[in-house]
């Protein structure tokens, strides 16, 4: 006769069936194997470590190896993931970032604080820091030649269209000025050397330009990549009211080659603040197409997983190192293909098309 414990376990099993608990409830990987008992939510074996860093409000357990009591399987049972979303995600502005299981631990730490912990998406209020429009205050940013981190001065305003920085801190004029529609970001901790350190990009007499910037506090670094989000988003809103509100991903996909949005980037080295080459990635509509491998007449055991990307003008070859490269990117450069170009894009796109 089966024990109480084993028909508990049984349900638990049954439970992951139920439709949303099949995938973490948190970053979206496939087939957790843990659960926050006090939340009631699945999650993946990674978001339960973030769980343990709120241990006052998220207790979690393994769902096949550890003890589970009656009550808790109930509790699992009333709540389940779908349910939790809807409780704990009910206001997540359109402009706000989700992380997924491949993004940084801590894009999805202060995902998973900022609906448990901090309650932002029930309270609007909460969310001023990254959605009042403006925001001011200090990051370490890389210095462009001798690479050593410096104090920096950060203004971001929305009414503006800006963000800018300062050499010094009383200084009244700012080092660079960064116009919020060529602004983006993403986090790119292996690059940079630190868990908390932020790519921004930005173009600067129609070439790109990196900066490196970094926060000791996670939540602040958070919630400066959000606020930026939000002021491209309004901006988007603003200058063109009939576009689609598309909620882009972090752009940046791998180190030396970067993808920011439509521009494929190159650089010599990764923490380069210029890129050394670009191409322009329009949609199938205006005849640009990905093909896996590359043409015949070049093709080799060196080069397995090729990629070739089609423009009206020209082909453009590259090499991955492995085949779950080249399905990344392959997939990453569909997307992007496969998305209807904006008004502002066809200007970007005849731009290249005359760059010498």
């Not at 001023?128 to 030649?145: N, Q, T």
């Not at 490196?212 to 939000?230: S, T």
């Not at 005849?287 to 590359?294: A, E, M, P, Q, W």
């Not at 399905?327 to 998305?339: E, G, S």
Request: aromatic share 12%; hydrophobic share 35%; glycine share 6%.
């Amino acid at each position: 006769m089966a024990s109480t414990q084993d028909k508990n376990r049984q349900r638990l099993r049954q439970l992951l069936n139920e439709p949303g608990n099949g995938t973490c409830a948190d970053c979206g990987a496939a087939d957790p194997e843990w659960a926050s008992y006090t939340l009631g939510v699945f999650v993946c074996h990674s978001c339960s470590g973030l769980h343990r860093n709120i241990a006052q409000i998220s207790k979690v357990k393994s769902v096949h190896l550890d003890p589970w009591s009656t009550s808790e399987v109930e509790f699992m049972n009333s709540v389940g993931n779908n349910a939790a979303k809807a409780k704990h995600e009910q206001i997540v502005p359109a402009f706000y970032y989700r992380p997924t299981h491949k993004d940084c631990t801590l894009l999805r730490e202060q995902w998973i604080r900022a609906k448990y912990e901090r309650k932002e998406f029930v309270c609007v209020e909460r969310q001023e820091p990254y959605s009042a429009g403006y925001r001011e205050g200090f990051l370490w940013k890389r210095g462009r030649d001798n690479g050593q981190y410096l104090s920096r001065k950060f203004i971001l305003s929305e009414r503006e269209g800006v963000l800018k920085y300062f050499n010094k801190h009383d200084a009244r004029e700012p080092k660079a000025i960064m116009k919020i529609n060529t602004v983006n970001a993403s986090f790119q901790p292996t690059k940079i050397g630190t868990a908390h350190g932020l790519q921004i990009t930005y173009l600067k007499d129609n070439s790109t330009r990196n900066i490196f910037v970094y926060h000791e506090d996670g939540k602040e670094m958070v919630d400066w990549f959000n606020a930026i989000r939000a002021a491209r988003f309004h901006y988007l809103q603003v200058a063109f009211p009939g576009a689609p509100n598309t909620d882009h991903t972090e752009g940046f996909k791998k180190r030396w080659f970067t993808m920011d949005d439509r521009r494929l980037m190159y650089f010599k080295d990764p923490l380069d603040a210029y890129a050394r080459g670009e191409v322009f990635i329009g949609s199938k509509e205006s005849g640009y197409i990905v093909l896996s491998g590359l043409p015949t007449s070049i093709q080799g055991n060196h080069w397995q997983f090729g990629i070739t990307i089609v423009t009206p003008d020209r082909k453009f070859l590259f090499a991955c190192e492995t085949e779950e490269d080249q399905k990344d990117w392959i997939a990453a450069f569909q997307t992007v293909i496969n998305r209807p170009m904006l008004p502002q894009e066809y200007a970007v796109e005849a731009y290249f098309k005359h760059k010498p």
